[in-house]
T-cell receptor, first 115, second 113 residues
Framework: RKEVEQDPGPFNVPEGATVAFNCTYS??????FFWYRQDCRKEPKLLMS???SGNEDGRFTAQLNRASQYISLLIRDSKLSDSATYLC????????????????FGQGTILTVHP | DAMVIQNPRYQVTQFGKPVTLSCSQT?????MYWYQQKSSQAPKLLFH???????NEADTPDNFQSRRPNTSFCFLDIRSPGLGDAAMYLC????????????FGPGTRLTVL
């Protein structure tokens, strides 16, 4: 089982649509959770951190369910500029109980928003 | 304004010819990471430094080495690049807390001929 698994995608949606991405992680000791966005041939950029209480940033809402080890990202009113690969990222505990901030990435979900 | 800088942005090397990629940061972060990202795959951690302490991932080939002469700079050395090493190499930095955000550089795209 992969440490971080995401919806296979790709998602192809019209402008204005609402789209949801799901992600599960296997390490219950994971400490923090993120959604990164990666444009074609560019570096990953932090979209938002994910908290148990849920958090919202404009059109983007992220949720974390620690009991189910499940993370989600909701994008409302999709824009053409939202087209990118969305990476679910988990910051896990290190070996021997240490924590050095090792990020484990999901394989990414490609989103294409069309006119 | 660039906080994590990678040079060169594009590197072409020949099969077996050593190559060095560089990363510098203006954030004064004590943790620096090197990731390898192949086409259509997720970034994969190769190793990281916590200050001067080097931490290698178990599955990182010996062909990959790293140096960190000071806080600001970190180098990735590929001793004998193979065709399978063609990838984007991403440098990232992080502050003191393990939950701090990692900041990525723009990456170096390596082509092996």
């Amino acid at each position: 089982r992969k440490e971080v698994e995401q919806d296979p995608g790709p998602f192809n949606v019209p402008e204005g649509a609402t789209v949801a991405f799901n992600c599960t992680y296997s390490n219950s000791a994971s400490q923090s959770f993120f959604w990164y966005r990666q444009d074609c041939r560019k570096e990953p950029k932090l979209l938002m951190s994910v908290y148990s209480s849920g958090n919202e940033d404009g059109r983007f809402t992220a949720q974390l369910n620690r009991a189910s080890q499940y993370i989600s990202l909701l994008i409302r009113d999709s824009k053409l500029s939202d087209s990118a690969t969305y990476l679910c990222v988990v910051n896990g505990a290190g070996a021997g109980g240490t924590s050095y901030g090792k990020l484990t990435f999901g394989q990414g979900t490609i989103l294409t928003v069309h006119p | 304004d660039a906080m994590v800088i990678q040079n060169p942005r594009y590197q072409v090397t020949q099969f077996g010819k050593p190559v060095t990629l560089s990363c510098s940061q203006t954030l004064n972060h004590n943790v620096m990471y090197w990731y390898q990202q192949k086409s259509s795959q997720a970034p994969k951690l190769l190793f990281h430094y916590y200050d001067k302490d080097f931490n290698n991932e178990a599955d990182t080939p010996d062909n990959f080495q790293s140096r960190r002469p000071n806080t600001s700079f970190c180098f990735l050395d590929i001793r004998s690049p193979g065709l399978g090493d063609a990838a984007m190499y991403l440098c990232a930095t992080r502050g003191e807390a393990s939950t701090d955000t990692q900041y990525f550089g723009p990456g170096t795209r390596l082509t092996v001929l």
